[in-house]
T-cell receptor, first 109, second 116 residues
Framework: GQNIDQPTEMTATEGAIVQINCTYQTSGFNGLFWYQQHAGEAPTFLSYNVLDGLEEKGRFSSFLSRSKGYSYLLLKELQMKDSASYLCAVTDSNYQLIWGAGTKLIIKP | GAVVSQHPSRVICKSGTSVKIECRSLDFQATTMFWYRQFPKQSLMLMATSNEGSKATYEQGVEKDKFLINHASLTLSTLTVTSAHPEDSSFYIC????????????FGPGTRLTVL
């Protein structure tokens, strides 16, 4: 079956760096998304990776290894507003989205 | 884990016809479901919030007479795109508020609608 795994919850300190991992097993691969979702709000697009490597966008970076079925989202210089759920989603061979359950990130002062 | 399915996964229709998309929570009851629209590499745009047994709450700018939502049971919500036009072509995604944690949403795989 198709499966995406990411940690349920992580805690980090303001100003620090945190890495949220995502591993996937899907029928085909046509890209991987990371979304940020604050409670009660719609998910916000963060990144899209389809080729191996690191994509940097300000304080956020996303890495993909297709051969390992692995991605991570790296958040630097953490701010309190980064407290949210982070969703990993993979587009499979049929261009269907396979969603991870999300990682709840708690930032402490 | 909580699973949400959508049917159909993709649909192509002629302009002027209506299309119904189903969203089901397979192993849990969902009193609240959400309908989103996604454009390529963009954030999900919330269209409406669907509550079982009551009228859906639509976001500003979403035509409720065009996008009909019915949440008739605790496991099924439907979105009907009426008189579809090419500009309605998009990826429609539903989610269901999970059991237990009210902040957690479980997302469906999406339905790609193409209107010719």
């Amino acid at each position: 079956g198709q499966n995406i795994d990411q940690p349920t919850e992580m805690t980090a300190t303001e100003g620090a760096i945190v890495q949220i991992n995502c591993t996937y097993q899907t029928s085909g691969f046509n890209g991987l998304f990371w979304y940020q979702q604050h409670a009660g709000e719609a998910p916000t697009f963060l990144s899209y990776n389809v080729l191996d490597g690191l994509e940097e966008k300000g304080r956020f970076s996303s890495f993909l290894s297709r051969s390992k079925g692995y991605s991570y989202l790296l958040l630097k210089e953490l701010q309190m507003k980064d407290s949210a759920s982070y969703l990993c989603a993979v587009t499979d061979s049929n261009y269907q989205l396979i969603w991870g359950a999300g990682t709840k990130l708690i930032i402490k002062p | 884990g909580a699973v949400v399915s959508q049917h159909p996964s993709r649909v192509i229709c002629k302009s002027g016809t209506s299309v119904k998309i189903e969203c089901r929570s397979l192993d849990f009851q969902a009193t609240t479901m959400f309908w989103y629209r996604q454009f390529p590499k963009q954030s999900l745009m919330l269209m409406a919030t669907s509550n079982e047994g009551s009228k859906a709450t639509y976001e500003q700018g979403v035509e409720k007479d065009k996008f009909l939502i019915n949440h008739a049971s605790l496991t099924l919500s439907t979105l009907t795109v009426t008189s579809a036009h090419p500009e309605d072509s998009s990826f429609y995604i539903c989610s269901a508020r999970g059991p237990g944690d009210a902040d957690t949403q479980y997302f469906g795989p999406g339905t790609r609608l193409t209107v010719l």
